[in-house]
């Protein structure tokens, strides 16, 4: 579905919208997460806690990225109301698709990427849970503050290395917790040598930890994990990526790598495994290939 295929989402024509029937669109797709200025004066979120928000945030670590991007794929995965495809677009990128799983979300990133004259940036509703289905891989790939709202965060990191990544990952997520990083011996032996006291690396401030949130963590229940800075970078070295450039405390430049243990089979299957069944023989069952 191009951003241009949605029609009765908003009104045609809005990059000649007068500035009143621009903020009535705004409205009726509210409440905004993102806070773009659509057109002179014109917010998404005018009154947004943060303020200009996430522009004055990627101002923190947009140099990190290449300044041009002219004719590479991306993928904004919990593209929200499209800022980063939009800001990709503005650097000269070829294909950009945006995915969520919110089709409110994604109304508001056709508005927005209508109104600025991107109309060609994709927006489809999927989860990243569901990445294998887009069977393509991307130059880019971004997957900025969605990894702490998930249940199974380790998986989608999977899923965007065997399915989706092609070559770099511009990853962001909360943390909380120790900023060092420990970084453990390469194996752990169950006790102290020589003694049946358990080993202390896990009490390193700085060791791997994802901190679980039962219930809500600043309101939000959709607030699963926050992981430590070590954490972070733990799970993405696991998953496959090399970590090139962390401009930020939460942020991190990924670029694709090796995946640990490979040799072992693949790290994620779902949701390959179910795209691979085929019917035993002589039988109308599906099995695994
Ligand atoms: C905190 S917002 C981040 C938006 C944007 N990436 C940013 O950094 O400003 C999280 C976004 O992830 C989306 N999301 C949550 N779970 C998702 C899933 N399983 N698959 C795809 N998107 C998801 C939400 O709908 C929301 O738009």
């Given at each position: 579905?191009?951003?241009?295929?949605?029609?009765?989402?908003?009104?045609?024509?809005?990059?000649?919208?007068?500035?009143?029937?621009?903020?009535?669109?705004?409205?009726?797709?509210?409440?905004?997460?993102?806070?773009?200025?659509?057109?002179?004066?014109v917010w998404t979120a005018p009154d947004h806690f943060l303020g200009d928000y996430p522009a004055v945030k990627f101002a923190r670590f947009a140099d990190a990225l290449p300044v041009?991007?002219?004719?590479?794929?991306?993928?904004?995965?919990?593209?929200?109301?499209?800022?980063?495809?939009?800001?990709?677009?503005?650097?000269?990128?070829?294909?950009?698709?945006?995915i969520d799983s919110d089709d409110r979300y994604l109304a508001q990133a056709r508005l927005a990427s209508d109104t600025?004259?991107?109309?060609?940036?994709?927006?489809?509703?999927?989860?990243?849970y569901d990445v294998a289905l887009l069977g393509e891989r991307f130059d880019l790939v971004i997957f900025m503050g969605v990894l702490y709202?998930?249940?199974?965060?380790?998986?989608?990191?999977?899923?965007?290395?065997?399915?989706?990544?092609?070559?770099l990952l511009l990853f962001q997520t909360m943390q909380q917790g120790s900023e060092d990083e420990f970084l453990p011996p390469e194996d752990h032996p169950f006790h102290k040598p020589g003694t049946f006291d358990p080993p202390e690396y896990f009490a390193e401030e700085g060791y791997p930890k994802?901190?679980?949130?039962?219930?809500?963590f600043a309101g939000d229940w959709t607030n699963w994990w926050a992981p430590n800075v070590a954490c972070s970078r733990a799970m993405l070295r696991a998953a496959g990526f090399t970590i090139e450039a962390q401009?930020?405390?939460?942020?991190?430049?990924?670029?694709?790598?090796?995946?640990?243990?490979?040799?072992?089979?693949?790290?994620?299957?779902?949701?390959?495994?179910?795209?691979?069944?085929?019917?035993?023989a002589g039988s109308d069952e599906g099995a695994l290939a």
């Open positions: 579905m191009s951003a241009g295929g949605s029609p009765g989402l908003h009104p045609a024509g809005l990059l000649e919208a007068s500035p009143q029937e621009l903020r009535e669109a705004i409205g009726q797709l509210a409440p905004w997460f993102q806070n773009m200025e659509l057109a002179p004066g041009r991007l002219d004719g590479a794929s991306v993928l904004d995965i919990g593209c929200n109301a499209g800022f980063y495809a939009i800001e990709m677009k503005r650097r000269g990128a070829g294909r950009v698709l945006g600025l004259g991107y109309g060609d940036i994709e927006y489809r509703n999927l989860s990243v709202h998930l249940r199974h965060p380790l998986l989608a990191l999977d899923l965007i290395r065997e399915h989706v990544a092609g070559d994802m901190h679980f949130i039962e219930q809500r401009p930020e405390a939460e942020v991190y430049l990924c670029r694709v790598a090796g995946v640990p243990y490979a040799s072992h089979g693949p790290a994620a299957v779902y949701p390959a495994s179910r795209l691979q069944m085929q019917p035993a």
